[in-house]
């Protein structure tokens, strides 16, 4: 291998999205291959609000394979991560970087260590699929690193051996995992869809509830339903199969009544506020649903829609009291303006909405969501440019 006597380090940075699933992913019949029970469809969130941001270098005088999540050091020996880092390095080809001098040869790959730094823009681990950009974002980034030329599909398989949902963050817009039949997994892949201009009108609130550890991970959780659930084989068999052809219909067709219906019937929880709305209009006006923690992500069909959506949330759900709206609604701030809320005292003279029973007897929730996150559906990974790099070109320790 040649190089600068051995001193060189080599990056790479990409970003890669979460994905919110509207047909759950949920029981697998391969626990270490990361093989699901049934297909599952979801929608990628907007990077901009949603991300992972990776840095891999190489470089000959690192000498383990070291990663740094959110700042603090964290260990790479789980199998999630040494079949992640196996199976790119296996795919690894010859990388020449004329200008710094470097010349990677295929076979040198197994030899040299990486340093992996990596940031989410959102809270890790409390159920907003800090996973499927995590590892996303590593094989992604790993991949662009080491010159490996497979397709999105494969790298999908590649992400998924990492956390099951990650598969589908390799791809913007809506995304299938196909379970596939392989017993190698070979065929249990993503697919895109439609991409994210799509059906772009979307606009989606996450109701964070708390954004502290969940206490059941999603692993444990389907492990534990898989062994006592035979409704979790009916399901996978007879209910999901059909619900999936329902969704792609609906999604080609963008027949937002259809997408509302099957996404709540997906979702194993009831929010008052939307199911009320809906029955007084007499038809769905937002879907809501649930991944493993307990944060609701509302998707409405258009600004407007999301606007009625948000001038209910923050109706029954304001912030506590003598705290200001910034910082109670991150991402895209403007939809704040479209609701016509501009400060504290807007959402305190809020009406009552016109579905409201008992308007002088209703009951609010301060203080029980700790913020709103807008977004929509977004663009799959992207290589960044070398300056932001989170790893210093010449000591390759974390910035
Ligand atoms: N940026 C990242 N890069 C690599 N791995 C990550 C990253 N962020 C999170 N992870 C991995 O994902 C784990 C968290 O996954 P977990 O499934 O518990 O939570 P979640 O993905 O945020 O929630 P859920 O999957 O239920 O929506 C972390 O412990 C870490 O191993
Ligand atoms: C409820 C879900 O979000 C489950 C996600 O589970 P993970 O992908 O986090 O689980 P592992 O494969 O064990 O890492 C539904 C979904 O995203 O489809």
């Not at 029980?368 to 807008?374: G, K, L, N, V, W």
């Not at 977004?375 to 000591?395: A, C, N, Y």
């Amino acid at each position: 291998m040649a190089g600068a006597q051995g001193g060189w380090v080599l990056t790479a940075t990409a970003r890669s999205p979460t994905n919110i699933a509207v047909i759950k992913y949920w029981g697998k019949r391969d626990e270490t291959l990361i093989l699901p029970v049934n297909d599952s469809i979801s929608v990628t969130l907007d990077p901009d609000h949603l991300s992972a941001t990776t840095t891999v270098a190489v470089s000959p005088s690192f000498d383990r394979d070291r990663m740094w999540l959110n700042g603090t050091e964290i260990s790479l020996s789980g199998g999630r991560f040494q079949n992640c880092l196996r199976e790119i390095r296996q795919r690894a080809r010859d990388v020449e970087n004329k200008e710094k001098g470097i010349h990677i040869r295929k076979e040198d790959w197994e030899k040299l260590h990486v340093h992996i730094a990596s940031y989410n823009n959102f809270p890790t681990a409390a159920g907003l699929a800090s996973s499927a950009a995590g590892f996303a974002c590593l094989v992604f980034t790993l991949a662009k690193l080491m010159n490996v030329s497979e397709d999105a599909a494969a790298l999908s398989s590649i992400a998924r051996q990492g956390s099951g949902s990650a598969c589908r963050s390799l791809y913007g817009g809506f995304v299938k995992w196909v379970k596939g039949e392989a017993a190698n997994g070979s065929d249990s892949i993503a697919v895109q869809l439609v991409d994210e201009s799509y059906w772009n009108d979307l606009v989606v609130i996450i109701a964070v509830v708390s954004s502290r550890q969940k206490e059941t991970s999603s692993t444990s959780g389907m492990r534990d339903s898989v062994v006592t659930s035979a409704l979790l084989q009916h399901r996978a068999e007879v209910i999901v199969p059909s619900r999936i052809l329902q969704m792609e219909e609906a999604i080609k067709n963008r027949n937002f009544g259809s997408f509302a219906r099957l996404t709540c019937a997906d979702s194993n929880q009831v929010i008052n506020t939307v199911e009320r709305w809906s029955q007084f209009e007499g038809a769905p006006q937002v879907a809501y649903t649930f991944d493993a923690g307990p944060n609701a992500v509302l998707i409405a069909p258009n600004r407007e829609v999301a606007s009625l959506l948000l001038q209910r949330l923050l109706f029954f759900f304001p912030p506590p009291p003598d705290t200001k709206l910034e910082g109670y609604m991150v991402g895209d701030t403007s939809i704040l303006q479209e609701a016509g809320v501009h400060s504290a005292e807007d959402v305190a003279s809020l009406p009552p909405p016109p579905e409201t029973k008992d308007k002088n007897n209703v009951q609010k929730y301060p203080g029980s969501i700790s913020y709103f996150i807008c977004t929509r559906p977004g663009k799959g990974p992207i290589l960044l440019s070398e300056d932001q790099s989170l790893i210093h070109p010449v000591t390759g320790m974390p910035k």
